[in-house]
C-alpha cells in the first residue's frame, strides 16, 4: 500500500531549543504542509529537562510544576513525555489513507531499521489505548503506535495529530533517561534500556539514512529555518505553553 506521495521531503536540520519554540516548529510544519509546502522530517533535542503533555492530558501532578523543567502542551494526544535523554523527531505529511494504525506502521519503519542496524530490534506494542490513558507517563505503557524491544521495556513513543488529511507524527526515542527525576515525577523507573552503540551525530545520520530508504524514499532536501519562517514559529510559542 502506498501511503506517502512520491515527492522529495524538507530535511530540517536537528535544532536544539526550549520546549515552547520546538512544538512551535512541529505547528507550523503541518501549517506549511497544509498550505501547499512539501512533506518534512526534522530531529530534535530540547535545551534544557521538559514534560510535554498530551492534547487532551487535562490532569497531572501538582507536584510537576515544582520541578526544574519547562511543562507545555503537545499538539497531539498521549500523556506526558520527560524530553531529557532523548531524542525528539517530528515528520509532517499527507497519507494516502486514514487507517491509522496502518499509517502508524509505515512512519515507524525508519526508526525500526535504524534501531535494528544498532543492534536491537524493536516490535509494535500491545497495550490498549484505553489502559494507557490511565498512567500519567506515555512510557508507563506501550500501544500499537509505540516501539518495544525484546525484553519489552519502551524505547520509543509516538503520536499524531491529524488536520484534514494532513498528519503530523513526533515520537521521542529514549536514549539515557535521568533515573532520579523520572522516579520522582513517574514513581517508577525508567525503562531499562541497553545502551545505543553511537555517539550524537552518528545516531542522527543512521536515523537520517534509515528515514531515506523506508520514509522519504524520493529523497530529502537538507533546508535550515529561514529568518521568516523563525518569525512565524515565534507567533506560535504561545500556543503550546501550559
Same mark, same amino acid.
Given at each position: 500500500?502506498? &501511503?506517502?506521495?512520491?515527492?522529495?521531503?524538507? %530535511? !530540517?536540520?536537528? !535544532?536544539?531549543?526550549?520546549?515552547?519554540?520546538?512544538?512551535?516548529?512541529?505547528? %507550523?510544519?503541518?501549517?506549511?504542509?497544509?498550505?501547499?509546502?512539501?512533506?518534512?522530517?526534522?530531529?530534535?533535542? +530540547?535545551?534544557?529537562? =521538559?514534560?510535554?503533555?498530551?492534547?487532551?492530558?487535562?490532569?497531572?501532578?501538582?507536584? %510537576?510544576?515544582?520541578? $526544574?523543567?519547562?511543562?507545555?502542551?503537545?499538539?497531539?494526544?498521549?500523556?506526558?513525555? &520527560?524530553?531529557?535523554?532523548?531524542?525528539?523527531?517530528? &515528520?509532517?505529511?499527507?497519507?494516502?489513507?486514514?487507517?491509522?494504525?496502518?499509517?502508524?506502521?509505515?512512519?515507524?519503519? +525508519?526508526?525500526?531499521?535504524?534501531?535494528?542496524?544498532?543492534?536491537?530490534?524493536?516490535?509494535?506494542?500491545?497495550?490498549?489505548?484505553?489502559? =494507557?490513558?490511565?498512567?500519567?507517563?506515555?512510557? =508507563?505503557?506501550?500501544?500499537?503506535?509505540?516501539?518495544?524491544?525484546?525484553?519489552?521495556?519502551?524505547? !520509543?513513543?509516538?503520536?499524531?495529530? +491529524?488536520?484534514?488529511?494532513?498528519?503530523?507524527?513526533?515520537?521521542? &526515542?529514549?536514549?539515557?533517561? $535521568?533515573? =532520579?527525576? %523520572?522516579?520522582r515525577l513517574f514513581q517508577a523507573d525508567p525503562p531499562a534500556l541497553a545502551p545505543l552503540p553511537w555517539g550524537r551525530e552518528a545516531l542522527e545520520q543512521q536515523l537520517r539514512e534509515a528515514a531515506e530508504e523506508h520514509l522519504c524514499t524520493e529523497g530529502l532536501i537538507s533546508e535550515p529555518l529561514s529568518p521568516e519562517e523563525w518569525a512565524a514559529?515565534?507567533?506560535?510559542? $504561545?500556543?503550546?505553553?501550559?
Amino acid at each position: 500500500m502506498l &501511503l506517502s506521495a512520491a515527492v522529495p521531503w524538507r %530535511w !530540517i536540520p536537528p !535544532i536544539t531549543a526550549p520546549a515552547a519554540t520546538q512544538m512551535a516548529i512541529d505547528r %507550523w510544519m503541518l501549517q506549511q504542509l497544509l498550505a501547499g509546502g512539501p512533506p518534512m522530517l526534522r530531529l530534535y533535542r +530540547w535545551s534544557r529537562p =521538559a514534560l510535554s503533555l498530551g492534547r487532551h492530558q487535562q490532569r497531572w501532578p501538582a507536584q %510537576w510544576r515544582d520541578e $526544574p523543567l519547562e511543562l507545555v502542551r503537545r499538539p497531539s494526544g498521549g500523556r506526558a513525555v &520527560l524530553h531529557a535523554g532523548e531524542l525528539t523527531y517530528a &515528520l509532517a505529511f499527507t497519507p494516502q489513507t486514514r487507517d491509522r494504525e496502518a499509517v502508524y506502521r509505515h512512519c515507524c519503519q +525508519w526508526l525500526q531499521q535504524a534501531l535494528a542496524n544498532a543492534g536491537e530490534p524493536l516490535q509494535f506494542g500491545q497495550a490498549s489505548p484505553a489502559a =494507557a490513558a490511565q498512567r500519567s507517563s506515555c512510557f =508507563a505503557t506501550a500501544t500499537a503506535a509505540d516501539l518495544v524491544t525484546a525484553r519489552g521495556a519502551k524505547r !520509543i513513543g509516538s503520536a499524531q495529530f +491529524w488536520h484534514g488529511p494532513a498528519l503530523l507524527q513526533h515520537g521521542s &526515542l529514549l536514549l539515557d533517561p $535521568p533515573a =532520579a527525576l %523520572w522516579q520522582r515525577l513517574f514513581q517508577a523507573d525508567p525503562p531499562a534500556l541497553a545502551p545505543l552503540p553511537w555517539g550524537r551525530e552518528a545516531l542522527e545520520q543512521q536515523l537520517r539514512e534509515a528515514a531515506e530508504e523506508h520514509l522519504c524514499t524520493e529523497g530529502l532536501i537538507s533546508e535550515p529555518l529561514s529568518p521568516e519562517e523563525w518569525a512565524a514559529v515565534r507567533v506560535l510559542e $504561545p500556543l503550546s505553553r501550559v
